[in-house]
């Protein structure tokens, strides 16, 4: 149910991160943020390390501690995804991992609950894959290691990245990940208050709750006050509070985000989107588009074919398409790793698209291979009169970010005015130079073309869907 809100679109990676700051500052009694990956260069077990990297976990994980130690009476609450390392030792540069100094803070911080997404409970085949059903006899201290390895195997994960303050004053819900190689990529935030935000909030809420029933890393003091948290009423309302750039920004740069202005909160209809309800939002947002409109997809990873035939559907009646994905050049993974995902990965929809994409249906792969992610997950959905929508947030057009078995959030904003904020990002990108329209196959690499998509056919058969 879609409630008016105050809104902002912010798509420049240090206003971003800014507006992050911002709704720190603001929290009077509670932070709660959800995180698929908080953690400084080298912290990550799969990720490579880079050079000259901007410390942009570092300075958030400061800004909640200094939160913590300058205003005690508000509690701080960080849920990770199990992705996030736990163990120092298990990571590719020994050192202080962010998550272990939010805890020294006084900063609660969770595991995410992953045994409520949607998997195959009977698939049990390989070590590890049967931990949903032996949890108990576990405890915090090996238990990100164990749910990491478990949600590998049936490919589930929280890929929420969502900051609530206050219990729904404000919420964001962001495309990016709290992770230095992320600081400069491109992303966007979209930024509410009002009933949307606590909405947000029981998510939110819900998250915590499930979070509590496995094992955490928590005192009793800590337990108690996420109990007290879980029962406060929601806030009264207040305005948006601007403030100067935050000084660790000052020496950020991202040369190849495009020059969006700062957007201030205005006043739009929103709706939340939780899991299983995106994509009805999205295939209801594909229809109702009439020929002479024109709908814009920005999505890191498109697999998902019903999907694109639904785009090719409404290309086929008049209505403008275009689709820009990433290459995942720009994914510091190891050469093995790198070489599946850059294979395999949007495989299936950039061989459907050569092969049968009709006209009004424009496709665009950006090159991240010097750096810059097009991480976004965000559409448009624009009518020949005043309709205009927007939804976006974390979920990839991929059949696992549609149907539960990756918790994502979106959000469906009615408003000409945000949209045309989005439009001018993905004008942007569409137009870099790294952003290149869809390519023939080369006669040479059509047996490869092919390996890629038995390939892939072979992982479906085994459940999982790249």
């Known amino acids: ?23 720190i500052q603001m929290a009077r009694e509670s932070i709660v943020l959800q995180m698929y990956l908080f953690a400084a260069d080298g912290h990550l077990a799969l990720l490579r390390p880079g050079v000259g990297r901007f410390p942009h976990a570092q300075m958030v994980a400061d800004w909640l501690i200094e939160k913590r130690r300058r205003e005690p009476h508000v509690l701080v609450v960080v849920v990770l995804d199990t992705n996030t390392p736990d163990d120092p030792a298990r990571v590719r540069i020994p050192g202080d991992l962010v998550r272990h100094q939010l805890e020294r803070a006084g900063v609660l911080v969770l595991n995410a609950n992953l045994f409520h997404t949607r998997f195959e409970a009977r698939r049990t085949l390989l070590p590890g894959m049967d931990f949903h059903l032996r949890w108990r006899e576990h405890g915090p201290g090996d238990w990100v290691a164990r749910q990491q390895h478990w949600q590998s195997l049936h490919n589930v994960e929280d890929h929420r990245k969502n900051l609530v303050i206050d219990q729904g004053a404000w919420g964001a819900v962001t495309s990016h990940n709290l992770f230095d190689a992320a600081a400069c990529w491109h992303e966007n935030l979209l930024l509410f208050d009002g009933e949307p935000a606590q909405a947000l909030w029981g998510s939110a809420r819900e998250a915590l709750r499930l979070a509590l029933e496995i094992p955490q890393r928590l005192d009793d003091t800590g337990r108690s ?28 740069t991202a040369p190849e985000a495009p020059a969006l202005p700062p957007s201030p909160p205005r006043s739009a209809r929103l709706r939340v989107l939780d899991n299983e309800a995106i ?184 459940g999982l869907q790249p």
Not at 1 to 23: D, I
Not at 279 to 286: H, K
């Open 225 to 252: 006050a996420l109990q007290a948290l879980l029962s406060r009423e929601a806030p009264s309302p207040r305005p948006y509070e601007t403030r100067p750039l935050a000084p660790a920004l000052e020496r950020f």
């Open 1 to 23: 149910m879609s409630a008016t809100a105050q809104v902002a679109y912010v798509g420049e990676p240090r206003q971003l991160a800014h507006s992050l700051h911002e709704l």
């Open 279 to 462: 994509r009805p939002a999205l295939e209801a947002a594909i229809d109702r588009v009439p020929p002479g409109g024109h709908i814009s997809v920005a999505t890191t990873y498109f697999s998902d074919l019903p999907m694109l035939e639904r785009l090719f559907d409404a290309a086929r009646r008049g209505v403008s398409v275009r689709v820009l994905i990433d290459d995942t050049a720009a994914l510091p993974l190891p050469a093995p790793a790198a070489f599946f995902v850059r294979q395999l990965v949007n495989r299936r929809v950039l061989e459907t698209a050569r092969r049968r994409a009709p006209p009004g249906f424009a496709l665009r792969v950006h090159h991240s291979g010097g750096g810059t992610m097009m991480h976004l997950k965000t559409a448009a959905f624009v009518g020949p009169g005043s309709e205009a929508l927007l939804i976006g947030g974390q979920a990839n057009y991929t059949p696992n970010s549609f149907n539960g078995a990756w918790w994502e959030t979106d959000v469906e904003v009615e408003s000409p005015e945000l949209v045309a904020d989005f439009l001018a990002h993905f004008d942007a990108l569409w137009a870099l130079p790294a952003c290149e329209p869809l390519q023939p196959v080369k006669p040479w690499a059509l047996p490869w073309a092919h390996a890629c998509l038995v390939t892939l056919a072979l992982l479906s058969r085994c």
